[in-house]
């Protein structure tokens, strides 16, 4: 199976500073078709996880545009331009190319 | 919009099977996988399988021999079955929406599963 690896494992960000969060893979992402199907999730305590970018870089509806996709093969990067306190919680990226689908062990963004 | 609306027993035995089931209200079942996720506590996610529309399933190898997942468009639900449970089955379970458009993710609210004797 791929294998994604996140870093760093807990992010302590200053309120208005950018973050920055770095997901690795194993093997390439992109399909066949040359689709990258890489995604990226925050969750919040108590609730379930919520998409933020689908396909590396497409945003979710509702996301706000300080949250931006990067990457390509087996790099990828999530952004956030300047952090707000509601981005706490957990980061995870996934991908959903190759069966089964799995996911980063996850980043801890919380506030300094 | 859709909304995910899930339900089952939580407190489970050894050996016992769990049955989650997973009610889809507001959307289609066409174009999407229909999926189920678990977290244990404290710890990350981990994707156990899904449904498609036309009922092709994929599983995690780590659990194929355990579960079953099937869908009922009538009924608008898709459900999961996880036979012969462990202590290393306790964990928060979510049934899942996974599409590739800017509103296709949808996820249920969760169901802690316990398994103690």
């Known amino acids: 199976e791929v294998v994604m690896t996140q870093s760093p494992l807990s992010l302590p960000v200053t309120l208005g500073q950018p973050a920055s969060i770095s997901c690795t893979s194993s093997?390439?992402?992109?399909?066949?078709?040359?689709?990258?199907?890489l995604n990226w999730f925050v969750q919040r305590p108590g609730q379930p996880p919520r998409r933020l970018i689908y396909k590396v870089s497409n945003r979710d509806s509702g996301v706000p545009d300080r949250f931006s996709g990067s990457g390509s093969g087996t790099h990828f990067t999530l952004k956030i331009s300047r952090v707000e306190a509601e981005d706490v919680g957990v980061y995870y990226c996934?991908?959903?190319?190759?069966?089964?689908?799995?996911f980063g062990g996850g980043t801890k963004v919380e506030i300094k | 919009q859709v909304q995910l609306q899930q339900w089952g027993a939580g407190l489970l035995k050894p050996s016992e099977t769990l049955s989650l089931t997973c009610v889809v209200s507001g959307g289609s079942f066409r174009g999407y996988y229909w999926s189920w996720i678990r977290q244990p506590p404290g710890k990350g996610l981990e994707w156990i399988g899904e449904?498609?529309?036309?009922?092709?399933?994929n599983y995690n190898p780590s659990l194929k021999s355990r579960i079953a997942i099937s869908l009922d468009t009538s009924r608008k639900q898709f459900s999961l079955r996880m036979t012969t449970l462990t202590a290393a089955d306790a964990a928060m379970y979510y049934c899942?929406?996974?599409?590739?458009?800017?509103?296709?993710?949808?996820w249920g609210q969760g169901t802690l599963v316990t398994v103690s004797s």
């Open positions: 449904v498609t529309y036309t009922g092709v399933t």
């Open positions: 899942w929406r996974r599409g590739y458009d800017p509103s296709s993710d949808s």
């Open positions: 093997q390439s992402l992109v399909y066949s078709e040359g689709t990258t199907y």
């Open positions: 996934m991908q959903g190319t190759h069966w089964p689908l799995t």
